[in-house]
Nanobody, 126 residues
Framework: QVQLVESGGGSVQAGGSLRLSCAAF????????MGWFRQAPGKEREGVAI???????YYADSVNGRFTISQDNEQNTLYLEMNSLKPADTAMYYC????????????????????WGKGTLVTVSS
């Protein structure tokens, strides 16, 4: 059973930085695809950044240049480095992973992901 556990959320002033972590347990599928999504109150969950073992990454236009997705060498922890945070970044951030045998694919779309963490809250104040 795949389990994803996020950490690192919190409250920060605009312009500050946070690093989110996602510990992945039981995710040994290939191709590897994990990413970060976020959902603000009253908004749909949106893809923020995707990491693929083929070397490709995706960033939403709203975070491109400010956020960086990465993975440790053992491929068991996913990170999201968030810099120059804005109040608009305030949301619950979710770690997600795709499993092709379950119909998933490596796309920045909610419906492409098969596994989800419970989320970590990021609040950015002005």
């Amino acid at each position: 059973q795949v389990q994803l556990v996020e950490s690192g959320g919190g409250s920060v002033q605009a312009g500050g930085s946070l690093r989110l972590s996602c510990a992945a347990f039981g995710y040994s599928y290939s191709p590897y695809c994990m990413g970060w999504f976020r959902q603000a109150p009253g908004k749909e969950r949106e893809g923020v950044a995707i990491y693929h073992d083929g070397g490709s990454t995706y960033y939403a236009d709203s975070v491109n240049g400010r956020f960086t997705i990465s993975q440790d060498n053992e491929q068991n922890t996913l990170y999201l480095e968030m810099n120059s945070l804005k109040p608009a970044d305030t949301a619950m951030y979710y770690c997600a992973a795709a499993h092709t045998l379950l119909g998933g694919n490596c796309s920045p779309n909610y419906y492409a992901m098969n596994y989800w963490g419970k989320g970590t809250l990021v609040t950015v104040s002005s």
